[in-house]
């Protein structure tokens, strides 16, 4: 039974979230929303101890539809990098900006990149692609991200200093074409690269909190040298290219680590 102990802290610490939110806010959206993600974290850590091949793939696509679906499309909130920045500057600390403290920003602590692994809704399309480990090592082209990322920053801050009318509207607007392009550009380089995560590894503006963040992460993979045999099979099968052998933080691609476990599944010696 002690292996089951994780999916239902997991429960535990959501739920907890999810009553005490819905009880200080008075609104019943934080016990299903908190609830909701709970359980599908839950579940998909119950079919990876159950050796279900495709558990992280069952998290991802529970949490990622309901956050583009539901949250987006449905209720009408940019939980894009845009609408963080917009929720930022009218002072509201609700939807994206909770979304993006949890997730992105003081999340990534605890739990690394968890998010890239299990939630994403960009990526959880781009993981159906055909280059689930790049075929050639990456390019130095992490430099986009920043550009990506201060042209969020600017086009958000130039709405508001333009005092434009109608901003609800015009961010749900910019939610529907960001996330068209991020997928159309998300596709092209994955086939371009031969390499599935492409766009996470230099286009994503939100990689700029979640690289530094992460890197001080509790939750990582580490290696126990001791029955290692250096066989490489981790690295092989590692689709963000992580030397996950190293166990210092210095490790090279270590904030890129999406705890995908594939290196863990894959260790014929159950070093990591
Ligand atoms: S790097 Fe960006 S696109 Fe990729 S999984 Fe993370 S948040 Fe999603
Ligand atoms: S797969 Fe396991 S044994 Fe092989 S190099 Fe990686 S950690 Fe070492
Ligand atoms: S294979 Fe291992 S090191 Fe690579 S991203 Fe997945 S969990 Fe991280």
Redesign the pocket.
């Known amino acids: 039974m002690k292996k089951y102990v994780p999916p239902l802290v997991m429960l535990i610490i959501f739920e907890t979230a999810a009553v005490t939110l819905w009880l200080t806010k008075d609104n019943i959206f934080y016990l299903f929303n908190f609830s909701y993600i709970g359980i599908s974290i839950s579940l998909g850590l119950f079919l990876f101890i159950k050796k279900y091949r495709y558990a992280r793939r069952v998290t991802q696509l529970l949490v990622g539809l309901y956050m583009l679906v539901y949250l987006g499309f449905i209720s009408g909130e940019n939980m894009q990098i845009e609408g963080f920045w917009y929720y930022l500057f009218t002072g509201v600390f609700e939807a994206a900006t909770i979304h993006y403290a949890v997730a992105k920003i003081f999340g990534p602590l605890i739990f690394g990149r968890g998010w890239c692994?299990y939630a994403c809704w960009t990526a959880m399309v781009l993981d159906f692609l055909p280059y689930k480990v790049p075929e050639k090592p990456g390019k130095k082209l992490g430099w986009i991200r920043y550009i990506t990322f201060a042209a969020s920053f600017i086009f958000v801050s130039a709405l508001f200093l333009a005092h434009v009318g109608n901003l609800e509207k015009i961010m749900f607007r910019a939610f529907i074409v960001g996330n068209v392009l991020y997928y159309a550009v998300g596709i092209i380089l994955a086939f371009a690269f031969k390499d599935n995560r492409a766009f996470c590894k230099y286009i994503c503006p939100v990689t700029v909190f979640l690289k530094p963040m992460s890197c001080f992460s509790l939750l990582r993979?580490k290696c126990d040298k001791a029955k290692c045999v250096s066989c490489g099979k981790?690295k092989k099968?590692?689709?963000?290219?992580?030397d996950?052998t190293d166990n210092s933080r210095r490790r090279k691609n270590g904030t890129?680590?999406?705890?995908?476990?594939?290196?863990?599944k894959n260790c014929p010696k159950d070093a990591?």
């Open positions: 692994g993979i981790c099968v590692c689709p963000m290219e992580v996950v890129e680590c999406i705890l995908c476990f594939e290196c863990v990591l």
